[in-house]
């Protein structure tokens, strides 16, 4: 009998404040996947994971709402939920970071705790934007991975090192094998790129050496290649 009694509710929660608790894990959720956005400008966005976010949000408020101060029903919850299974697949980790963003901002809206919502969510997103607007992070975008596919007769690595003085400040070679049962010889090196010089300029530069197959440079996601 006492398990039953502590399945009903511990604290009763008015219309009021259900709709207050909503409408404010609505609008938190809205905020986060605003700056979502901005700071994911330079990339194909997920428009599902955005929507997710916001239903995330307003379900995580409302399921505080049911749990209240009962443990017992908390944990009847987690095993309700415990059969939905997710396959989506999320390829950025800032994508998660973002979900329990959303998840945390939808608590605090739902037990009432208007304070650590606003004070709470407003603080990390103005924060996130100070760090988009810095560029924290992020790669120097003269730095590219270089791979070089030669055809593996008397070329050796010093033919390419007087180009490489040409069209870059620093190089730093990072491995040496052979590809397609030893019909290549693969060079991979770490580069920064002089002022001035285009990795578009850097590729037709290379592919211009006796002997060299096939040229590639990888900036972040974006990859050139002749």
Do not use: C, W
Not at 23 to 49: D, E, P, Q
């Amino acid at each position: 009998m006492d398990f039953l009694n502590n399945l009903t509710p511990a604290s009763a929660v008015s219309a009021v404040e259900v709709v207050a608790n909503l409408i404010l894990a609505f609008i938190l959720g809205i905020a986060v996947t605003i700056v979502y956005r901005l700071t994911n400008r330079n990339r194909a966005l997920n428009y599902s994971l955005i929507m997710t976010m916001i239903i995330l949000a307003m379900v995580v408020a409302l399921v505080m709402m049911v749990i209240g101060n009962s443990v017992a029903r908390a944990f009847s919850l987690v095993g309700a939920l415990s059969i939905i299974r997710f396959r989506t697949v999320v390829k950025d980790n800032r994508d998660i970071a973002y979900v329990f963003f959303a998840l945390g901002a939808g608590m605090a809206a739902g037990v009432g705790n208007y304070e650590i919502a606003l004070f709470g969510v407003g603080i990390i997103l103005v924060l996130l934007l100070i760090l988009d607007f810095v560029s924290f992070g992020t790669a120097t975008r003269d730095l590219f991975l270089l791979r070089l596919q030669t055809i593996p007769t008397d070329m050796s690595e010093s033919l390419f090192m007087p180009v490489f003085a040409e069209i870059f400040r620093s190089h730093n070679r990072l491995s040496t094998k052979t590809v397609k049962m030893g019909q290549y010889v693969e060079y991979s090196f770490l580069v920064r790129l002089k002022p001035g010089v285009t990795d578009e300029q850097a590729i037709n530069r290379l592919t211009m050496i006796e002997g060299m197959a096939r040229v590639s440079m990888i900036a972040e996601s974006n990859e050139a290649e002749a």
